[in-house]
């Protein structure tokens, strides 16, 4: 039985890197943590944990509701979060690209691409806007799929996308949305194995 568990805390958009070997729950969101804890209880009991995340604030959150589940040993966090682990270490473990939230998307400090196009899963781990008017999520989409036009971060908003154009012109601007509406038929809790 294995003791210790590294646990990633950061949401999907954060999936650029991580350690290996982690536990890394692929949640759209990070207030669906607390479902995925309660559903994965296994998975840290009698273990030690060790959280991280990009800056440090999201493992505060996580680790105080963990420890209120009183499954785990132990819980850890990261001081300073993968940001100032990777100032401290940047030939360390840390595989890929961290997320991070401005204009850049992404830091590094190795050549690692450990993301792919959502398209057709070729390596890849530069992130564009959705194309589809007032959709503000992010999507992975490497050049070949961009010029074959697959630029939307969903099915859903590939397909509207012109739809939208023509009504937006007819109707003026539309409001745009913190998540796109395709965000409720993703799983909200995606089933892993321990």
């Known amino acids: 039985m294995r003791c210790h568990t590294?646990?990633?805390t950061m949401e999907e958009e954060d999936f650029k890197g991580q350690f290996s070997q982690c536990l890394a729950?692929?949640?759209?969101?990070?207030?669906?943590?607390?479902?995925?804890?309660d559903q994965n209880l296994d998975l840290f009991r009698d273990k030690k944990?060790?959280?991280?995340?990009?800056?440090?604030?999201?493992?505060?959150?996580?680790?105080?509701?963990?420890?209120?589940?009183e499954v785990c040993k132990e819980v850890y966090q990261l001081k300073g979060g993968i940001h100032k682990y990777l100032e401290s270490f940047p030939d360390g473990f840390y595989r890929g690209k961290l997320f991070v939230f401005d204009e850049r998307y992404a830091i590094s400090s190795n050549a690692d691409v450990i993301s792919e196009c959502r398209y057709c899963s070729a390596p890849w781990d530069q992130y564009q806007l959705c194309t589809t008017l007032f959709c503000c999520q992010l999507v992975l989409s490497c050049p070949a799929c961009r010029v074959a036009g697959r630029t939307a971060c969903c099915a859903a908003c590939q397909s509207k996308d012109l739809r939208q154009e023509e009504e937006s012109g007819a109707t003026g601007p539309a409001q745009?949305?913190?998540?796109?509406?395709?965000?409720?038929?993703?799983?909200?809790?995606?089933?892993?194995?321990?």
């Open 176 to 194: 745009i949305k913190e998540e796109c509406e395709c965000t409720d038929q993703r799983p909200r809790i995606p089933q892993d194995v321990p």
């Open 6 to 8: 590294l646990f990633n």
């Open 49 to 69: 944990v060790l959280m991280y995340c990009t800056g440090g604030i999201r493992c505060e959150r996580a680790s105080a509701y963990l420890l209120s589940k």
């Open 25 to 37: 729950p692929n949640i759209r969101k990070f207030s669906y943590f607390p479902d995925y804890v």
